[in-house]
């Protein structure tokens, strides 16, 4: 193909491009300016105060929608999950309880699939939250309550493929959800009990997971000679000692830099307090992994202490950090 008509397609793909975003960035900006407080707040009010789970619904596009949401629920503290229409027909209806809520997403709010999941709420008395841009369908009629969405139409040339409207129910589940980690008070914590796999769950693990303590821990008396700290540094093999007052207290630390930087003939007739870096930096074991990774390369430092007060309960290393995926 030659070049200009490379460059042509190209930039028939550039501009397409910028029409679908600034088309959904529309789509956003009309939900935002109509976002009903009113509706958004019975909304959070009822899934806060919900006594079983959420359960969202809905067919094609919306179901995928609507599986993101309820896993983000899920794993920011609200009991979630996705119950498929066309399943619920044949004997999923069973998961649905009268303790929980629905929220049944569609775009038209005409989904035939959707028919026996309502009819059955309607039965139990169980609450259905609508989010559709009809507020006239059916499934709106049928609801306790609508979250409306923008009626302006699709990205897509054609005008049928869900873009607009799949942006715009997306980002209202993001608020559903932040709305509720805000009232619950939702913390890191928290979040990392849900998280306790993959290269999240290892950035939110607390500094005590991690460190080496007991006779792990390269600890010697401050006045210690330093054969005794070579021996100590040798068979710990974390590249560092600490030295610990009468008290118990962190008082230094020497590192295997350090001992190549004061190399000398008469290193082995030095005391510990003598060569030691006095007040190293520590940190707390209740510290999350990520601040520690922060610190050590702030400090161009690859050890730390652990302290619980002024004592030294662990040590961690960078390595620790760079192998359970802390980067």
């Not at 200009?4 to 529309?26: G, V």
């Not at 794993?75 to 066309?86: D, E, K, L």
């Not at 980002?171 to 980690?181: A, F, K, N, S």
């Not at 060569?275 to 510290?287: G, V, Y």
Request: net charge negative.
């Amino acid at each position: 193909m030659p070049a200009s008509l490379i460059n042509s397609q190209m930039e028939i793909d550039r501009l397409s491009a910028i029409r679908t975003i600034d088309s959904e960035i529309q789509a956003l900006n009309d939900l935002k300016k109509s976002l009903n407080a009113q509706s958004l707040t019975s909304a959070l009010n009822i899934m806060q105060n919900t006594k079983g789970r959420i359960i969202l619904t809905g067919m094609g596009k919306s179901g995928h929608i609507g599986r993101k949401i309820a896993a983000s629920l899920a794993s920011t503290g609200t009991p979630s999950f996705f119950v498929h229409p066309a399943e619920a027909s044949h004997g999923d209806l069973g998961m649905i309880t009268e303790d929980d809520v629905v929220i049944a997403i569609s775009n038209s709010g005409e989904s035939r699939e959707l028919i026996d999941i309502l009819n059955y709420c309607k039965r139990f008395g169980i609450t259905i939250i609508a989010v559709t841009k009809n507020t006239e369908s059916s499934l709106a009629k049928a609801s306790s309550m609508v979250l409306a969405l923008p009626n302006n139409g699709e990205a897509c040339p054609l005008g049928l493929a869900p873009t607009n409207s799949t942006t715009a129910t997306l980002v209202l589940g993001d608020i559903l959800t932040v709305g509720l980690i805000e009232r619950k008070g939702f913390s890191k914590e928290d979040f990392n009990d849900r998280h306790p796999g993959g290269k999240l769950g290892a950035i939110l693990k607390h500094v005590s997971d991690l460190m080496h303590t007991g006779e792990e821990m390269p600890i010697l008396e401050e006045h210690s000679n330093m054969q005794s700290v070579l021996l100590e540094m040798t068979s710990k093999r974390l590249g560092c000692v600490g030295f610990i007052n009468e008290l118990g207290e962190l008082t230094g630390i020497l590192t295997d830099g350090d001992l190549r930087r004061c190399l000398s003939a008469d290193i082995l007739n030095s005391k510990a307090i003598d060569l030691m870096t006095k007040n190293p930096k520590t940190i707390s074991p209740s510290a999350m992994t990520s601040e520690a990774l922060k610190l050590m390369h702030d400090k161009k430092i690859t050890n730390l202490f652990v302290l619980d007060g002024k004592r030294p309960v662990g040590v961690i290393h960078i390595h620790d950090l760079l192998n359970n995926g802390v980067a």
